[in-house]
Each structure stands twice: as C-alpha cells, then as structure tokens.
Nanobody, 127 residues
Framework: QVALVESGGGSVQAGGSLRLSCVAS?????????VAWFRQALGKEREWVAR????????WLDESVEGRFTITRDIATNTVSLQMDSLKTADSAIFYC???????????????????WGQGTQVAVSS
C-alpha cells in the first residue's frame, strides 16, 4: 500500500524559503517511479509544480518556479523534497505530493496522471 506524507509547510514572508518533504512508503525511490509536487490555491484548480524521475534523478519544473524551486530525492530515506526559495505571495497554496509507479515521468503533469496522493501541507506567503 502506497502512502505519502508531506511536511514542512508554514508561514513565511515574501522572499523567504521553505523546504517541503514527502516521505514515501510502499514505493521505492530507487525504482523507476515518478513523484511530483502539485499546489492548489484557494478557489483555483490544482496545478503541477515539479516532478522527478526517482531512478534517473531527472527533474522538471513549471516555468513559474524555475530558478526558485528545486526538487530532489533521497533514496536512503525514501524522501522527495521541494526546496522553495524567493517565495512570492502567489506561491501561497496547499502543496501536495503525488506518485505514479513504474513511470519514466517525462510527460506527466495532470493531477489525473497520479494515482497516489498525500494529505497536503499549507504554505502561506505574506507580503
């Protein structure tokens, strides 16, 4: 059974940093899987932010966060992290970790592409 548990959310001023973590169980990051971060702001649709191929370590980032966010995986702790720097008020949202098993990750950006989800962690950025 796959489970994803996010942590690291909180409140920060614009320009600050946060590091989100997603600890996975039931899925091995040393295998060929895809783990992504999505976010959903109040009243908006869930949108893709970043994803990583857990076997190859290749990452993809939405253009709105390129240069500010970094996604990494730690095979030893089975954790995918999202380092968020230079945060903007527009980044405020609930952030979700999602996983797809046995996928190369190259083309998956829609929420419906990912069958496994965490419970989410709130990020609030104030001006």
């Amino acid at each position: 059974q796959v489970a994803l548990v996010e942590s690291g959310g909180g409140s920060v001023q614009a320009g600050g940093s946060l590091r989100l973590s997603c600890v996975a169980s039931g899925i091995a990051l040393r295998d060929n899987n895809c783990v992504a971060w999505f976010r959903q702001a109040l009243g908006k649709e869930r949108e893709w932010v970043a994803r990583i191929s857990t076997y190859y370590g290749i990452e993809w980032l939405d253009e709105s966060v390129e240069g500010r966010f970094t996604i990494t995986r730690d095979i030893a702790t089975n954790t995918v992290s999202l380092q968020m720097d230079s945060l903007k008020t527009a980044d405020s949202a609930i952030f979700y970790c999602a996983a797809k098993i046995g996928a190369s990750c190259a083309r998956y950006e829609r929420p419906e592409d990912f069958p496994y989800w965490g419970q989410g962690t709130q990020v609030a950025v104030s001006s």
